[in-house]
């Protein structure tokens, strides 16, 4: 008699179900067994035993593969394409990579034409100008582009070289950091802003606004603060009033999103500001904070055992600033979460050093053994290559 598949696998409504490889084994092994005779010899050794190994191995495979395809339905489970295509459902749409920017300032001869004029900062990374003309006054401010995708960035006045020569350009400068490009969006990433765009319709006024504006595209962060008393907080918010802190995105996106979510009546605080138009035409400022950098600086004291090597290091480095630079904005750095990673998760590399210490600091103040506070309106950066350094003993 055939096998009844619904022994096998079933849909219900906890999802679909299958049974192991010996289930299934078995039934074909019953199957043949009905045909041929409960005598029919169908152990590994024997060719028979083979084939229905083989037939039973298919139909498992199968319903595996129809597991993992419904399963891929789910934002949670699907992946690259297709999860890409069922986030549309809640309005997004994966971010594709982005270059960090910067304004630079040029000096030179006046009517002095550049055209595609480079510079390149101590790192030797290449920020691309447009072409444009020194007006009278010998300065312009041009907004440059990285040559390659991604978060490049790179310390305030440290853009400081031309690589293009042009007769009567000077000089060139970087007078405030670099807006931070992204990598292409994860899937994990994108998982994220698919759950926090759930947020939007929800119960709260608050994580509605943070939903909304998490899905600002070039937004890696937000969160948003209450003040709820009749005097001025310890964060320095006004009587009743909200402030929304965010890194990246554009200004001009992030205040719509404000306007569209705010309850209306209620006070927003921040040093951002935006006016914007109701249906009716009326104006209105939005107010809203732009987070502030905080560098991290972490020293490293090690003792090197047999295999340390110098190589290391760069693997180490990238391994801690990963954590910190997952903090988000407000969250003291801890320093404890920091030991794992620094140890690079156990591998082998990680066996041929002993940490006697791990020490930090917030911008340019001192190094000591404990963790980083990060003020309300702040989030913590480091730079694997200039942030992390070592001691070896």
Not at 10 to 22: A, E, H, N, R, V
Request: glycine fraction near 8%; aromatic fraction near 8%.
């Amino acid at each position: 008699m055939p096998i009844d598949i619904n022994t096998l696998m079933t849909f219900d409504s906890s999802g679909f179900q299958y049974k192991d490889y010996p289930t299934f084994l078995q039934a074909v092994k019953e199957l043949y067994q009905g045909i041929y005779g409960v005598d029919i010899y169908l152990e590994p050794d024997s060719q028979d035993g083979a084939l229905v190994a083989a037939q039973a191995k298919a139909m498992y495979d199968v319903a595996a593969k129809v597991a993992v395809t419904i399963a891929s339905f789910s934002p949670d489970n699907a992946q690259d394409s297709l999860l890409a295509r069922l986030v549309k459902i809640n309005g997004l749409r994966k971010r594709s990579a982005t270059k960090s920017t910067v304004d630079l300032n040029i000096i030179g001869q006046s009517a002095t034409n550049v055209t595609n004029g480079i510079a390149i900062d101590s790192l030797n990374q290449k920020w691309l100008l447009p072409s444009f003309t020194i007006p009278m006054g010998g300065a312009i401010t041009v907004t440059a582009t990285a040559e390659k995708y991604g978060a490049v960035t790179a310390e305030i006045g440290t853009i400081n070289k031309i690589f293009t020569t042009t007769l009567g350009w000077q000089s060139v400068t970087n007078p405030a950091l670099p807006i931070e490009g992204v990598a292409v969006e994860s899937d994990a990433a994108l998982r994220i802003r698919q759950a926090k765009s759930t947020a939007i319709p929800s119960l709260t006024v608050m994580e509605g606004i943070e939903g909304a504006v998490a899905n600002v595209t070039g937004v890696s962060d937000v969160r948003g603060y209450q003040n709820l008393l009749k005097i001025t907080d310890g964060n320095g918010l006004p009587p009743n009033s909200s402030a929304i802190v965010v890194v990246g995105g554009a200004t001009s996106e992030i205040a719509q999103a404000l306007q569209v979510k705010k309850t209306p009546g209620s006070t927003l605080f921040g040093s951002t500001t935006y006016n914007v138009y109701d249906s009716h035409g009326m104006p209105l400022t939005i107010r809203f904070i732009r987070a502030t950098r905080a560098t991290i600086g972490c020293r490293i004291t090690l003792v090197a055992k047999n295999g340390w090597t110098t190589d290391f290091e760069p693997q180490i480095a990238a391994a801690v600033s990963l954590v910190i630079n997952n903090f988000k904005i407000g969250k003291e750095i801890l320093l404890t979460k920091l030991f794992s990673p620094a140890y690079l998760a156990n591998s082998a590399a990680g066996q041929t050093y002993d940490i006697s210490t791990i020490e930090l600091r917030k911008n340019a103040g001192l190094y000591s053994q404990s963790s980083v506070m990060i003020n309300f309106d702040e989030y913590g950066f480091s730079d694997p290559a200039l942030d992390i350094s070592f001691v070896v003993t």
